[in-house]
Nanobody, 121 residues
Framework: QVQLVESGGGLVQPGGSLRLSCAASGFTFSNYAMSWARQAPGKGLEWVSGIYRDGSDTYYDDSVKGRFTISRDNAKNTVYLQMNSLKPEDTARYYC??????????????WGQGTQVTVSS
């Protein structure tokens, strides 16, 4: 079955950086676009970033554009989210998600348990 396991979250000061990783298994990783979404306390799920199945195209929400970078290593079945210049408003639980096809979208068919990111001084 599809498994997505996130790691790399933690507590970081404003302006700091974190790199999230998501290890995927149970499906042919290179056939699917992948995304990152987040949910802050009391708020709905927000689509943050997506990447085409071969990494040739990416999407970023305006709130993270220029600060976050999504990438993937199809040989390792892993997708990453490099987060720089973090702000307190980036505090949320971050989820790795599989898109239904080769292109990214804000519709997800599977997601992991999430990893908590807290940005605070």
């Amino acid at each position: 079955q599809v498994q997505l396991v996130e790691s790399g979250g933690g507590l970081v000061q404003p302006g700091g950086s974190l790199r999230l990783s998501c290890a995927a298994s149970g499906f042919t990783f290179s056939n699917y676009a992948m995304s990152w979404a987040r949910q802050a306390p009391g708020k709905g799920l927000e689509w943050v970033s997506g990447i085409y199945r071969d990494g040739s195209d990416t999407y970023y929400d305006d709130s993270v554009k220029g600060r976050f970078t999504i990438s993937r290593d199809n040989a390792k079945n892993t997708v990453y989210l490099q987060m720089n210049s973090l702000k307190p408003e980036d505090t949320a639980r971050y989820y790795c998600a599989r898109n239904p096809g080769s292109d990214y979208t804000n519709f997800f068919t599977s997601w992991g348990q999430g990893t908590q990111v807290t940005v605070s001084s």
